[in-house]
């Protein structure tokens, strides 16, 4: 196994959740990030964190591996989470300059966010991290079948999806190798004002851009020589299969979601 796994990289395993089908992950993934959004208090917010800890314990991947995929994404949830903080109003105010502030509803809020940013992408992780991505794609074109009835491509969707999957992980480890080549080089990411660590982002970001679209051109290319036609119906050699095991899953999901409902009731 990998020692860092990063949002989008599959892991290989055999655990319970690497087994289920990949259509009742993907169900049970988007009903939980529904799930999230209806939790109103502590105990809710509590009750789904239980729920998901249950999961990855579930996976047999390290909840170390867990956090180091998620730390490349905790500047942009921190950001997000500032922003809350600093420009929210209502409530008691405990700071104030200019157009910031700082309130009790913008740090109740903000907390919200917080939880709920890393909860989603934790079950998201949790998905992909135990699916392989073409298995993805297909259970995404397995719910998608019935668009086909009013002419969507299916097939040309979940492909650019699975693509876009199969890539996050090659684009963040190119963004790592480049970052490395920078600091050898004298550049330091941890000096200076926002500004200037903002502008240092540039060497970082122009290549790995290049990078990314000489790639995407080379995987076009290559599709091409080997007859690639978007139109044509597609075989699958990975049959999904539904198993007993899924059923019991999508009951016990039912079972989490009564009892919350149940606790939004009671509270």
């Known amino acids: ?8 990289s599959y892991v290989p395993g055999s655990s319970l959740l690497h087994r289920l089908d990949p259509r009742t992950k993907l169900f049970l993934c988007v009903a939980y990030v529904v ?15 239980v729920a998901l800890l249950v999961t990855m314990v579930l996976s047999q991947v390290g909840f170390g591996l867990y956090w180091r995929g998620i730390r490349p994404l905790m500047w942009i949830i921190l950001i997000t989470v500032a922003f809350q ?66 002419k969507v491509p299916v097939n040309q969707i979940t492909l650019m999806i699975s693509i876009a999957l199969r890539f996050i992980p ?4 190119e963004a790592g190798k480049i970052t490395n080549a920078q600091r050898s080089r004298g550049m330091n990411f941890a000096e200076g004002s926002l500004v200037r660590r903002v502008r240092r982002m540039v060497p970082i970001l122009i290549p790995l851009f290049v990078d990314s679209f000489k790639r995407a051109e080379e995987l076009a290319t290559a599709m091409e020589a080997r007859g690639y036609d978007p139109a044509a119906p597609r075989t699958h050699y990975r049959q999904l299969h539904w198993a007993r095991r899924d059923t019991i899953s999508l009951c016990l999901f039912a079972v989490v979601t009564v009892i919350l409902f149940g606790l939004r009731i009671i509270l």
């Not at 105990?43 to 964190?49: G, H, K």
């Open 1 to 8: 196994m990998n020692n860092a796994i990063v949002f989008g």
């Open 35 to 49: 799930l999230v959004f209806f939790a109103n208090s502590f105990v809710t917010s509590a009750w789904l964190t």
């Open 85 to 150: 903080i600093l420009f929210s109003t209502g409530g008691k105010v405990y700071w104030h300059w200019g157009i910031m502030s700082i309130t009790h509803d913008g740090l109740v809020n903000s907390l919200i966010i917080f939880f709920r940013f890393m909860v989603i992408i934790t079950a998201s992780t949790v998905l992909t991290a135990t699916t392989p991505t073409l298995r993805i794609a297909d259970a995404l074109s397995w719910y998608m079948k019935p668009l086909r009835v009013v």
């Open 170 to 173: 090659t684009i963040m480890e």
